[in-house]
């Protein structure tokens, strides 16, 4: 329990983000592309921790990793209660980003290390329903709080999430994994690995999908005068989606072929951006959330599943790459929508990644099918 408990603490850290990147701009006095670009940075920094703390599970156990990379989120969003310019908000949000990047890997590594392929699938689903919750409840608290308090009060309040979490995380049983494998010949064999190379760069494109350019859903309809309650309240939708599809999931899993669970998520990250961009308004954006929030029950659960399969033999390293390109292709979503938010052109990003998704849906639904299991 405290595992998940973990993963939806750090989801709340990532997903208050968005909704509000309008309103501290505002309250800055800059434009809004000058705090969007945290969102860039925030995933770069994400990324580019996933290894140093894969690393350092291995040499000091994935419970006291878990401890100190969530008490330093936490100093790093009490932190960012007090910055007053757009660069101090970046970088301490990208310390942010650094400490929690040691979370999600961390959960799946000890699930791979500790179940079964088929407990796992179970596992994940579950562990989707928290990022869900986590995600439901940054975007709509984040809402709340930032137009009733300010948005300051947003993070002092992940803070002290973060610093409960701490102090719980410590009962948490050590997994019994392997602590002592050496990351050049893991990265040399992932290396060679044909199908695990595959679903890696599956993953760039579904984090841009699904993370980098939905982030500025919120931030589109506030450009059409929506407040950021409204806002943050439509993109939640999205973790409510993901709770509700992610548990009704157990119902067909190990029924229905995992490539058909691809098919359906590429359908409705077609169907989402489909929506917006034929037009940015409150029941497209509330559509394109819900949807989206199906293709990653869906999909993306499906995805990490497939991975701890596709790269057993080298699980904790292939976990950390997982998560490595997940935000790589969040940090590439971002910035092409914080390029659209300065230019005020909407329409042109979802209308190109409409287009992506047509691929994305075609190649995942193809190769999964032609995958054979291992385990």
Avoid at 40 to 52: D, E, G, I, P, R
Avoid at 69 to 85: C, E, I, K, R
Avoid at 199 to 210: D, K, M, N, S
Avoid at 315 to 333: D, E, K, P, Q, Y
């Amino acid at each position: 329990m405290i595992l998940i408990l973990a993963a939806f603490g750090s989801m709340v850290d990532r997903s208050v983000m968005p909704p509000l990147v309008p309103v501290i701009a505002d309250d800055m006095g800059v434009p809004v592309e000058a705090v969007g670009q945290s969102l860039t940075v925030y995933a770069v920094s994400y990324a580019a921790f996933q290894l140093f703390w894969s690393t350092l599970a291995a040499r000091h156990g994935r419970v006291r990793v878990l401890v100190v990379s969530t008490g330093l989120g936490g100093v790093a969003n009490l932190a960012t209660a007090f910055v007053q310019d757009p660069l101090t908000y970046s970088l301490v949000r990208a310390l942010a980003a650094a400490a929690f990047a040691a979370t999600i890997t961390t959960v799946l590594i000890y699930y791979g290390e500790t179940l079964t392929l088929k407990q796992r699938a179970v596992a994940t689903a579950n562990l989707a329903a928290a990022i869900s919750l986590g995600l439901a409840a940054g975007t709509l608290g984040a809402g709340a709080i930032a137009q009733w308090w300010g948005w300051r009060w947003t993070f002092v309040v992940v803070a002290v999430l973060s610093f409960a979490l701490m102090l719980g995380l410590p009962r948490l049983r050590e997994a019994a994994g392997d602590t002592t494998t050496r990351l050049g010949p893991s990265l040399r064999r992932l290396a060679v690995n044909r199908w695990a190379v595959a679903i890696l760069a599956f993953t760039v494109v579904e984090g841009a999908l699904l993370i980098g350019v939905f982030n500025y859903l919120a931030v589109a309809l506030q450009e059409t005068g929506a407040t950021v309650l409204v806002a943050g309240a439509a993109t939640a939708a999205f973790g409510a989606s993901v709770v509700v599809a992610s548990q009704l999931m157990k119902l067909i899993l190990g029924r229905w072929p995992a490539w058909v669970l691809m098919a359906l998520a590429g359908a409705a990250i077609i169907g989402a951006y489909m929506a917006v961009t034929v037009d940015i308004a409150l029941t497209t954006v509330l559509a394109a959330a819900i949807l989206l929030g199906l293709a990653w029950a869906l999909g993306h659960t499906t995805m990490q599943t497939w991975m701890t399969d596709a790269a057993a033999e080298t699980r904790a390293v292939g976990m950390s790459f997982f998560s490595i390109a997940l935000f790589v292709g969040a940090s590439i979503g971002a910035a092409a929508g914080n390029v659209a938010a300065g230019a005020h052109r909407f329409d042109v990003l979802f209308t190109l990644t409409l287009i992506v998704s047509v691929g994305y849906a075609l190649a995942t639904g193809i190769a999964r099918a032609r995958y054979v299991l291992r385990e």
